[in-house]
């Protein structure tokens, strides 16, 4: 069954450092996700990607974000300079047209 | 997006079937229900979703009342793995470029042995 892969699983990362976390969607999927959950609060909405371009951004979405598709098959979301509370999962989810999102197991971001 | 009510937690025995109540009151039209549950931080996983009939999957099967104001999810036997919180979330469905997914605190179902 097809999947969407997330790498790493766990990154520690110091306060101020840039991330990136990859994400490789399902293989015919035109629809691109990123959410995140802080340990023990709700799974949160950062950005849609569709067509090369963010659809749509949430608040959390700030300067310090963003996302590319630098290939055929690899969808980033780059922190610039990470703050200890951007630690929490990132999960990346893809969908095709009309049909629901499939996730991925997600990064366990760390920054201390 | 419409606003899902969700109990906190509930539990049920290995091998009974697990129901789980979502109210929708202010659901529109064209919005469907959809229900994704998250095993221990793993990502959600989709289960299931309808928009007025009764739906049934290899998962799961979905009821959904006639005024589609409430729904429940039905695992019809549970087993310790499905333990999990289970999502119940509102939206509309077309080929929009953005059609997010809103998650609420959904319901910690644990299954006992």
């Known amino acids: 069954e097809p999947e969407v892969t997330q790498t790493p699983s766990h990154q520690v990362t110091q306060m101020g450092q840039e991330v990136i976390l990859r994400c490789v969607p399902i293989?015919?999927?035109?629809?691109f996700y990123w959410y995140r959950q802080i340990l023990g609060q709700k799974v949160e909405f950062l950005v849609s990607f569709y067509n090369n371009e963010i659809s749509e951004k949430s608040e959390i979405f700030d300067d310090q974000f963003s996302v590319e598709r630098p290939d055929g098959s690899n969808f980033t979301l780059k922190i610039r300079s990470t703050k200890l509370e951007d630690s929490a999962m990132y999960f990346c989810?893809?969908?095709?047209?009309?049909?629901?999102?499939?996730f991925g197991q997600g990064t366990r971001l760390t920054v201390v | 997006d419409a606003k899902t009510t969700q109990p906190t937690s509930m539990d049920c025995a290995e091998g009974r079937a697990a129901n789980l109540p979502c109210n929708h009151s202010?659901?529109?039209?064209?919005?469907?229900v959809y229900w994704y549950r998250q095993i221990h931080s793993q990502g959600p996983q989709y289960i299931i979703h309808?928009?007025?009939n009764n739906e049934t999957n290899e998962m799961a099967s979905l009821i959904i009342t006639e005024d589609r104001k409430s729904s429940t999810l039905i695992l019809p036997h549970a087993t310790l793995r499905d333990t999990a919180v289970y999502y119940c979330?509102?939206?509309?469905?077309?080929?929009?470029?953005?059609?997010?997914?809103?998650f609420g605190t959904g319901t910690l179902l644990a299954v006992q042995p």
């Open positions: 979330i509102v939206r509309v469905t077309y080929g929009g470029a953005t059609n997010k997914l809103i």
């Open positions: 309808g928009l007025k």
């Open positions: 202010t659901i529109s039209g064209n919005e469907y």
């Open positions: 989810a893809s969908r095709a047209s009309g049909t629901e999102a499939f």
């Open positions: 293989s015919n999927h035109l629809y």
